[in-house]
């Protein structure tokens, strides 16, 4: 499965595609727009919603570093069983930045 998010006129257009496991496998997608003062993260949910409603629950949802929030990670999986892997944000605040810890 992949996502795509592009954003023009203040708006964003979510795509997710996976293939079925048919022989040969076929491939479906999933689109949801949002405005676009929606952040990634806050589409995951909606994107998995739409996904389980239309019967196309990935096992695995690969994305960029907008979208796993701990929220997220947990929800996904416990709710739709879905796995969510990319790579995890890095600390901005000044502790994980300081050379010295409090």
Do not use: M
């Amino acid at each position: 499965a992949g996502i795509l998010s592009t954003g023009c006129d203040g708006y964003d257009a979510y795509t997710a595609t996976s293939l079925t496991s048919l022989s040969p496998p076929q491939p479906e997608s999933n689109v949801h727009t949002t405005l676009s003062t929606i952040t990634d993260e806050q589409a995951v949910e909606p994107i998995h919603s739409s996904l389980e409603d239309s019967y196309l629950l990935p096992d695995e949802h690969l994305v960029d570093a907008g979208y796993p929030t701990s929220e997220n990670l947990v929800n996904s999986k416990t709710k739709y069983n879905i796995e969510i892997i990319g790579p995890v944000r890095s600390d901005p605040s000044w502790h994980s930045i300081s050379s010295t810890r409090i």
